[in-house]
């Protein structure tokens, strides 16, 4: 069975830094030193709705639902302008399990979550932009933390912190209860935010 590297890990150590310390003062989170691996299911990859040939989609596999089984999703940039394809999460990704693939949004429409009064600020359904992110692991077991999933939120994906340097303002995380990613609270988005660029990646205001 095939094993794949899981798409970026963040090198780590139990949180919290000053900086933030109030935020996070009740959270915790162990995160792990390595990227696990994921098992790819054997079967052909999904037909996606992606068009292939005009948005040149990035091929992500990686496990972000945490079950250990590598899942296939296409990274298309957030439609900027009316000549630019939008495209629902169904249409972009699907997860992988032993024998296949399985739809996400447990086998609803990408549309289906606004008419069940789901908060699209919070679990986004449309235009999710997947392009630009990094994956954080817990020690524990369970799904990474996606840095940098975009879906035209004031916080989503990166802000100029100035001289355009950017830095990660958004922290999303698997929901398996509905079956798409879920926006982290804020004490846990400091709190990974926090490790990432104490431990990963410098912040802008300590770059050359």
């Known amino acids: 069975m095939k094993h794949i ?17 109030n935020a996070a003062a009740s959270q915790k989170i162990d995160l792990r030193p390595d990227a696990p691996t994921c098992r790819m299911p054997k079967a052909k ?18 496990d972000f639902n ?8 296409l990274g298309v940039p957030y439609p900027l302008n009316s000549n630019m394809k939008g495209y629902y999460l169904n249409e972009l990704m699907a997860l992988g399990q032993a024998h296949g693939w399985k739809p996400v949004l447990n086998r609803k429409k990408g549309w289906e979550l606004w008419k069940m009064g789901l908060e699209e600020n ?8 997947l392009t630009d992110i990094r994956l954080v692991f817990s020690k524990r077991q369970g799904p990474p933390f996606v840095l940098g999933l975009y879906a035209g939120g004031s916080n989503d994906g990166k802000r100029n912190m100035g001289n355009d ?29 926090d490790y990432f660029y104490s431990v990963i990646e410098k912040p802008c205001n300590a770059r050359k």
């Open 5 to 21: 590297p899981a798409l970026i890990v963040a090198i780590g150590l139990a949180i919290s830094t000053p900086a933030r310390v």
């Open 45 to 62: 990859l999904p037909k996606l709705g992606a068009d292939f040939e005009n948005d040149i989609p990035t091929e992500i596999k990686a």
């Open 66 to 73: 945490g079950d250990s089984w590598c899942d296939y999703a």
């Open 122 to 129: 919070t679990w986004p359904g449309f235009q999710v932009d």
């Open 165 to 193: 340097c950017y830095q990660y303002s958004s922290v999303y995380r698997w929901d398996a209860t509905i079956g798409a990613f879920k926006k982290s609270d804020n004490s846990t988005r400091d709190a990974v935010l």
